[in-house]
């Protein structure tokens, strides 16, 4: 069994900053893609970044620039810096690791349970 545990959510004014981590555990042989989603009430979650194993990384639009993606292989741990935070970054955030529990299995994903992040004044 993988589990994905989100930290650091929170309340921040507009144009604060917040750092969310995700560590995963159990049986884990790798760790392919991780990545960062975020669903809004009443919208569809939506892919906020990712980052390979290799930490080529990309990012939705609209985080372009505030947002920072990275990653500890050694640890299997991704974090998200987000920085000049605005009231439509409101959402709950989900940790997305691709793991492969086996060396020779399939990768599979895995998603943490969420961290409520608010901005707002």
């Known amino acids: 069994q993988v589990r994905l545990v989100e930290s650091g959510g929170g309340l921040v004014q507009p144009g604060g900053s917040l750092r969310l981590s995700c560590a995963a555990s159990g049986t884990i042989f790798s760790i392919d893609d991780m990545g960062w989603y975020r669903q809004a009430p009443g919208k569809q979650r939506e892919l906020v970044a990712r980052?390979?194993?290799?930490?080529?990384?990309n990012y939705v639009d609209s985080v372009k620039g505030r947002f920072t993606i990275s990653r500890d292989n050694a640890n299997n741990t991704v974090q998200l810096q987000m920085s000049s935070l605005k009231p439509e970054d409101t959402a709950f955030y989900y940790c997305?690791?691709?793991?492969?529990?086996?060396?020779?299995?399939?990768?599979?994903?895995?998603w943490g349970q969420g961290t409520q992040v608010t901005v707002s004044s």
């Open positions: 980052i390979s194993r290799s930490s080529r990384t």
């Open positions: 997305n690791a691709v793991v492969r529990v086996l060396r020779w299995g399939q990768p599979v994903d895995y």
